[in-house]
């Protein structure tokens, strides 16, 4: 982390010009979050809530943070052309329109492990609270009432506790319970019953799990699927006088008929923090007293705030210096450590190489990987070299985030193949190959010279070549059999050409007797110059690559 003096410039004004990137802050955040960003930005602030003043904000922002009352939507990011990337300090997202932000090309970013302990440690709380009944018994005592025998409660000890969701919350409040001698049992489609049976959990079915549990605890995400999970049919199947907590997202406890339950007596007791609809101050459910309730205090601690608030802000700080952030909401790019970071770059740069020799993009791109790098997890070189193929061919941006979708709008697909250690000509080889109209192939191919080095070009077209892949670059492909060097550098005027880095192409391939010329100049090569090369050595197909473009 930063230093507290190198904290970010703060600037109340909403969208003056810049040098450093902006960093728009619509809610109150830990002040570890503005020193996380460092002092390479600008932070200005607005109230989130002020739907005037965020829209009139956003144009002048790289960035935005928010927490979870300001509402990035279309229209907000639609306002923010600028934009990079939406921090959300936490860990649901669901007031930013996600597939608005992919679109854009903007990456959303979260903290998703930030609040883990507080809300675990909150649900142990809750559990405790509607066990003792101890929220009521406080609130009669303070109203003059002694009332002991009125909220006698049970113990946890000996129960058995149902846990719905074994992610990380679940396996944390797990954790803990066992200090409580509870008997556990848990319902996740998605984790192994191995795995579970190592933390002292038995995995079920939900039936088995509603029938046998005395205390029920929900820790999944609210999608599609989960809504309304716990509803009619479930509350009915639950052992008579469960009693039941809610720390995760409202409206996967159906809170219509949970009223019901209770009322019945079905339910003996229900401890919520989260509701289907928020704020909420008036539900049927706070006129029960066997109901606990508080304002979705999950994440409500010190130090979850400051952990979430960091963690995001190093997040924007990663994508504002150029960088991608794998573990981003809607970027799917697998595991990405710092050993496949230079291949990221490399590989872009190929797609990009790539677009340019075949004259455009069309049908499927396959990326190939060989040697040691198929050890790591490469699903990631598939995206870049995805990215950099279309940043050849579309007009605005292309992200991590967008690449996906425009590929799509252009019928373009992808497909990652991986061969096997010591199966590459060098240590670890990444080519990129796509089929031009006329059923030719049209590949690249690409190293690293070792580590911490640049990337080096090793093949283009079926040719061999050793080529450093930086800057600017054009490649030939004309008859063999007489010099083309000079040809070519006098038809460049003076562009300054490294005659170390001229390489001819040896053919790999069949390719006639055709041979390829690949340079680097000084600086980016005009069409213009380009098709007075070719024709000067009566080329046959002729393109330029600048790393900048």
Not at 76 to 84: E, F, N, V
Not at 260 to 281: I, N, S, W, Y
Not at 306 to 322: D, K, N, T, Y
Not at 510 to 533: F, K
């Amino acid at each position: 982390m930063d230093k507290p003096t190198q904290t970010s410039t703060e600037s109340t004004q909403s969208a003056e010009p810049t040098d450093k990137p902006v960093v728009l802050i619509t809610e109150e955040l830990s002040p570890a979050a503005v020193i996380a960003l460092g002092p390479d930005v600008e932070v200005r602030r607005c109230a989130g809530t002020d739907r005037a003043a965020l829209l009139e904000a956003l144009p002048g922002a790289d960035a935005v943070l928010v927490r979870s009352a300001t509402r990035i939507d279309a229209e907000a990011i639609a306002a923010g052309s600028r934009l990079k990337v939406v921090g959300r300090a936490g860990v649901g997202v669901d007031n930013v329109d996600v597939p608005a932000a992919t679109r854009a090309g903007v990456m959303v970013v979260n903290a998703p492990t930030a609040n883990v302990v507080s809300a675990a440690e909150l649900t142990v709380g809750l559990l405790l609270a509607v066990a003792r009944n101890i929220p009521q018994a406080g609130a009669a005592l303070r109203e003059g009432h002694w009332q002991r025998s009125r909220f006698t409660g049970v113990e946890l000890s000996g129960k058995t506790l149902g846990i719905i969701g074994l992610g990380r919350i679940g396996s944390l409040v797990a954790q803990r319970m066992r200090g409580f001698d509870m008997r556990l049992l848990a319902y996740d489609p998605y984790v192994r019953a191995g795995n579970a049976s190592q933390a002292g959990v038995r995995m079920t079915g939900l039936d088995e799990l509603l029938a046998e549990s005395d205390f029920l605890t929900v820790h999944l995400p609210r999608t599609a699927e989960t809504t309304g999970l716990i509803g009619f049919d479930a509350l009915q199947r639950v052992k008579p006088g469960v009693r039941l907590v809610n720390a995760a997202r409202g409206g996967i406890v159906d809170e219509t008929e949970l009223y019901a339950a209770l009322k019945e007596g079905r339910v003996a007791g229900a401890a919520l923090d989260v509701f289907a609809t928020e704020p909420c101050t008036d539900s049927p459910l706070f006129e029960l007293d066997n109901v606990v309730a508080t304002p979705h205090l999950g994440a409500g601690t010190i130090e979850a705030q400051a952990r979430a608030g960091v963690a995001v802000a190093e997040s924007v700080r990663q994508v504002l210096a150029g960088r991608c952030v794998p573990e981003a909401v809607n970027v799917h790019m697998g595991t990405v450590d710092g050993e496949l970071a230079p291949w990221l770059a490399l590989t872009e740069q190929l797609g990009r190489l790539l677009t340019a020799a075949a004259a455009g993009l069309r049908g499927k791109l396959l990326v190939k990987v060989a040697g040691e790098i198929t050890g790591q997890d490469t699903t990631a070189l598939e995206l870049a070299a995805l990215k950099g193929a279309l940043s050849g061919v579309v007009q605005g941006d292309v992200s991590y985030v967008n690449a996906p979708l425009l590929a799509q709008e252009r019928g373009v697909g992808s497909e990652l193949l991986s061969a096997h250690a010591g199966a590459a000509p060098h240590h670890s080889l990444v080519t990129v190959s796509g089929a031009l109209p006329s059923g030719e192939v049209v590949s690249v191919s690409g190293t690293l010279a070792g580590r911490g080095a640049g990337g080096r070009l090793v093949e283009v077209c079926g040719f061999e070549v050793d080529l450093a892949l930086a800057g600017s670059m054009a490649f030939f492909r004309a008859p063999g059999g007489r010099s083309l060097v000079g040809a070519v550098g006098a038809a460049l005027g003076g562009t300054p050409i490294d005659a170390l880095q001229i390489a001819h192409g040896a053919p790999v391939a069949n390719t006639g007797n055709e041979v390829l010329l690949a340079l680097n100049v000084g600086r980016p090569v005009t069409r213009e110059l380009l098709d007075e090369a070719a024709l000067s050595i009566d080329a046959t197909h002729s393109w330029s690559l600048d790393e900048t473009a």
